[in-house]
């Protein structure tokens, strides 16, 4: 429940949510939520924003980032919000390559971070968009800087961690070194949090582009760095991010945020 460097770990019921909600709303937070559909993952909007509205920050004001490629694909939504929360719909490049679509994400977030979400929310959450909300995600995620622990290893040991290896690479880990295997799919803060991780992987990305060398697991393996030597202030367990191909073990009480099935090359090709 706690790190050595003392973040809480999030876990169903190691929080009163009726104290956080009283403190959050005190200060009026908003809350900014950014998704990335480009090409056809634009099919999983609908579900994500519709589950959001049942789940998502319950009761605060909250502004649905979509990055797109193809606007007037997800305007064609027609989205029913609740009173206090907005689709905002921001144009952006796509990319061959998924692996650089994904990648990418840092850059057009660090770049909108600084121009436009810093004056209309508090914290941001960056999240992957073939998932939907089946359980509540709260303010208990909120903090300066949190992540997210990867549903496939939060069992392993470190050495079992798919960090990047190779030296050459900015996303190195060496084998003596590592908290966690954090996921890509779910992590955020502050802006100048967001600012700072988001600056700091995509740098990393252009010098190890330079190099020509690609991390293994893309903008994830940066994070993981970027979170090694800035620790993260909360950790939010599996119940935040979870693949139903991995059943439902015992210790996971709740599923709150849970991978879309999903076709990999009829989807990315
Ligand atoms: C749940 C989770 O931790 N997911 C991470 C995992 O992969 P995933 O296998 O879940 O990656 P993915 O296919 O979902 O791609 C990541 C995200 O990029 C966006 N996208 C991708 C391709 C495309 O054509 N159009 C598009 O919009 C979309 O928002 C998608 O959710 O590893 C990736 C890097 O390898 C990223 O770190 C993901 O965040
Ligand atoms: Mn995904």
């Given at each position: 429940m706690m790190t050595p460097w003392f973040a809480p770990i999030v876990w169903n019921s190691t929080y009163n949510i009726d104290i956080l909600n009283a403190q959050f709303h005190q200060r009026g937070v908003r809350i900014g939520i950014t998704v990335f559909a480009i090409k056809k993952y634009i099919v999983f909007v609908k579900k994500f924003v519709e589950t959001a509205e049942k789940?998502?920050?319950?009761?605060f004001d909250v502004n649905y980032y979509i990055f797109t490629d193809r606007a007037e694909d997800v305007r064609q939504n027609n989205f029913t919000l609740n009173k206090g929360r907005r689709v905002i719909i921001l144009e952006v490049p796509s990319y061959e390559r998924w692996q650089e679509v994904s990648m990418r994400r840092m850059e057009m977030i660090r770049n909108y971070t600084q121009e436009r979400f810093i004056n209309e929310v508090n914290y941001l959450v960056c999240v992957d968009v073939d998932m939907e909300f089946s359980d509540d995600v709260g303010?208990?995620?909120?903090?300066?800087l949190f992540g997210t622990m990867h549903p496939s290893f939060?069992?392993?040991?470190?050495?079992?961690?798919?960090?990047?290896?190779?030296?050459?690479?900015?996303a190195y880990i060496p084998?003596?070194?590592?908290?966690f295997y954090y996921a890509g799919g779910f992590f955020g803060g502050t802006l100048e949090e967001v600012y700072k991780l988001t600056n700091y992987c995509h740098n990393a990305m252009i010098t190890d582009m330079g190099k020509n060398i690609e991390a293994r697991w893309h903008d994830e393996s940066y994070i993981n760095k970027y979170f090694l030597y800035h620790k993260p202030t909360k950790i939010l367990s599996p119940e935040y991010l979870w693949d139903n191909r991995f059943g439902v073990p015992g210790?996971?009480?709740?599923?709150r945020f849970v991978a879309v099935p999903k076709d990999h090359n009829a989807i990315r090709n």
């Open positions: 789940f998502f920050m319950a009761g303010v208990e995620i909120l903090s300066d939060y069992e392993a040991s470190r050495q079992h961690f798919t960090y990047e290896r190779r030296p050459e690479s900015e084998d003596d070194e590592g908290d210790i996971l009480k709740r599923r």
